[in-house]
Structure formats: C-alpha cells, structure tokens
C-alpha cells in the first residue's frame, strides 16, 4: 500500500469517528443547556429587573440560592410598597453573604408611595435559626417613606401609634454595613440594629457593623405641630438610627466596650427570667459604628436601648426637630430588662442653632442611663442660649432607669467645644443639666478622660474608618 492510499484510508477512519462523536457529544451539551434554561441554576452576580419590591426580592433569593453575592439594582424612581405591616425586601438569614447595591444615591430611589402602618422596607430577621456569621451590605440607594402629614384622617393627631414605618431592619448579623444611602420620612425609624433574640441563649449571637456616609431626613416633621400653627397634626416619631442589643445582657465593665469592635469575651449566660446584674451575660462587645454620616430634621438622631451600645463619630448634625441628638434610652419598658449600655461620640459637629424647631426642648446628648466617653465634639448653640434653663445643652441627664446598675455611671466628658453662633465659649461644666438627674460629678460622670491613678483605665479609640468601610 503506497503512501496516497493510507493517508486517504487515515482521513476517512478521522471523519468517520467524528460523524459517529458528534452526535453523542450535541445530545450531552443540548441536555446542558436544557437543565440551564429550566433555571435551575443560580448566580452569584443578578441585577433586578426593577427597583420593585417583588423584583429585588426574587434576585436576592437567586443569590441566596447561588451561596451569596450581589444583587444590583438599577437606577431609576421605582414605587416600592411593602405589604401592610410587613417587610417588602426579606434578606435571608442563611449563611452566605448577601450584598444588595443601588446605582448611588439619588439615582435609585425606592419610594413608598402608600400608607402601609407598621412595615419596613428592608428586613433580615432572626427567629431562632441557627447563628449566622454571615455579612450583609446594603449601599447606593435612597429610601423614601410615606407619611400622611398632609392629609389626616379625621381625628388623628400622633402618627406613633397609627404609622410605624421603618427603612432597614438589621437583626443577629456580624460585619453588616449599611453605606452610602439616604433615608427621608420613616416615622419610626431609617436603620434599625437588633441583637434580641428573646431567650437566654445569648452567647452564640453577634450583632455589630457599620453606618456610614449616608444622608437622614424627615423633613415631613416641618408640616406638623407645633412647627405648623394652622395644622393639628403632631409628629413625634422619625428616629434617624435605633440600635438595640439584647434586652436581658448587660456587661457591667465598662473596659470590655471602650474602644472595641470584635468580640473577645464571653460572660455568665445564666437567667432565671428576673435577673440580676451579675446574671445578665452576652458577647462582648455588640456594637455599632456610625461615622461620616449627615442628620437633620431628627427626633432623635441616635438612640439606643436594651443593652445596645455604639460609637458615633465624625457626623454632622443639624436642625433638630425634637429632643435629643444623641440619646441614651435608660428604660426599654419592661421590669427586667435593661435599658441602653453606652456610647463612645467624638469628632461630631452637633449645631443647635435652629432652635425654633425643638419647642424649647433641645440637646446634644440626652442620657438616661448607661456609660462611656464624650470627646471632642463641637457643639454650636444659637446666640443668647440659656443654657441653665434647659434651650440648649450639650448633654442633659435623665433617670427612666428600672435597674439602678443602667442608671449612668462611669461616664467621661472632656475636650468638647460649646459655642455661641457668636463664638462666645460655654464651658462644658456649664452645658450639663442636671435639673430632672443628677449622676453626680466625680461620682457618675467625670469631666476628664479616664486616667490609670483615678479609674485603674485609660481609652484609646477603635482605628478610624472603620476597615469594614475600606472594602470597595
């Protein structure tokens, strides 16, 4: 056989075999893709097909699906309601990390466009799951509740029982962060933190994160009594940020929060279902960071209950509405549970000057009971304010405290700047008031920083930014 004829013999053997493989192999990749079509694969990466609450809803479940990743959500105006008294957007609580991203503030609005009472827009939730350890981010979208300020029912004069509408609702979750996003008219509350789990089971539960660079408005406040002399309406509500640990843990020590983020500790986690102080116990610390974020037109702008303890740093604040700035809830409402831990604040500008829109009632820091440090903050009053007669103050106490130990106490208030519009300079002696609490000075609170020879302690603050808000 000559060359020719077993190259010719070669090439048909080679054809041959293809024409019997490639069917084989054309069957395999057809029924593939037929099991890819049918959906029954997930992806890491989905952008929503809209801004609604049903759309971002299904792409967060195909993530949650696919192990986690990144939900996008295009940029646009979108009508997002949720169901009355209910979560538009559930985050599952499973243990993959679950980001949702809009396209920037202003450029994906989620607007709630109908009265929906006690509901919330964004919601990850814990009901007796297993703990998980995983993140949640949520960043690059507006929020915007719906208030009826302008249009009462008859008779109705206090949104707080009839309207109760929150943005975002964090329970349980470890290293979430929440950035980049501005929240306007929740008459509850724009970010919620929640560490409750309800039980005795305690030790295994972390709640802690991030706030930051985001914008909180609820200019609604402003169409309302008694800002609005023709009106009859009397908004109380519009808390910019609650943060809550658990209301049946409470660490006594101090130390073990000041300057912290992670955990590093565990207590005694006995409770008898009417404890004590020393039988309260939890991770230690839970808390949360807020920094480089803008408030105005508040109730409260911060508060805090139930053992919830976080550091607020490097804001603005401004045009109060009502109360407190900064507040401490030292009474959660029930007769065993504890009210707000503490705080650590510095860095802040808080300016008060717009003191029309507080009633008369208006301060920097409202404690009602817990711990920590006040440092280096600036705090601008209008011209003239009475500072002795409670119109404008850099912190006021109060006792609403049903256990004496979260009465305040071991708490440090130095290096702050109280002036007048003018400049004229009020002591920080002078910027406390005393006149409904008295923790007592040198007893209660201090007006230096912590010192080994006075308190066995001194403070150092946790590294600013925070490094969960240097991930991209």
Known sequence: ??????????????????????????????????????????????????????????????????????????????????????????????????????????????????????????????????????????????????????????????????????????ACTQDFRIDHCSFQNFCSAAIGTNANTGSIDYTTIIDRGVIDHCTFSNPYKTLCQPFNATGVYSAIGGYD???????????????????????????????????????????????IYIENNNFTEYRHAISSTGGGYYVVRYNYFSMPAQYRAVDIHGNPGGSTEVGGRGLEAYGNTIDLTNESMTNGDCAAFGLRGGSGVIWNNTIIIPNGGNVAEGLALGIEFNNDADRSFCLVNHLYYWNNAIEEQSGTQITEAQSISTANYNPGLNVGYFLRAPDTTDDGFTYTPYTYPLPLTLEP
């Open 1 to 170: 056989m000559n060359l020719n004829t077993r190259f010719i013999k070669l090439v048909l053997i080679a054809v041959l075999i293809v024409i019997l493989v490639i069917p084989v192999g054309y069957t395999l990749l057809t029924a593939s893709i037929t099991i890819n079509c049918s959906g029954t694969v997930a992806s890491s990466n989905v952008t929503a097909l809209s801004g609604s609450a049903p759309d971002i809803q299904a792409a967060v479940n195909t993530v949650a699906a696919a192990g986690g990743g990144t939900v996008h959500i295009p940029a646009g105006n979108f009508a997002f309601n949720p169901p009355a008294n209910g979560i538009g957007v559930i985050i599952p609580y499973t243990n993959v990390p679950i980001s949702i991203i809009g396209a920037g503030i202003g450029q994906t609005v989620l607007t709630e466009t109908q009265f929906s009472g006690f509901s919330t827009m964004f919601a990850r939730t814990w009901s007796g799951q297993s703990y998980s350890a995983a993140s949640v981010r949520i960043s690059g979208i507006s929020f915007v509740g719906f208030v009826y300020a302008k249009d009462l029912p008859t008779g109705i004069t206090d949104d707080w029982n009839t309207q109760g509408n929150n943005g975002i609702s964090i």
């Open 241 to 287: 940020i609650i943060v809550v640990g658990d209301y049946y843990a409470w660490d006594s020590n101090i130390q073990d929060y000041l300057g912290h983020y992670y955990q590093f500790a565990t207590l005694n986690s006995t409770n008898d279902g009417n404890p004590t102080q020393l039988e309260y116990g939890a991770p230690v610390p839970q808390t």
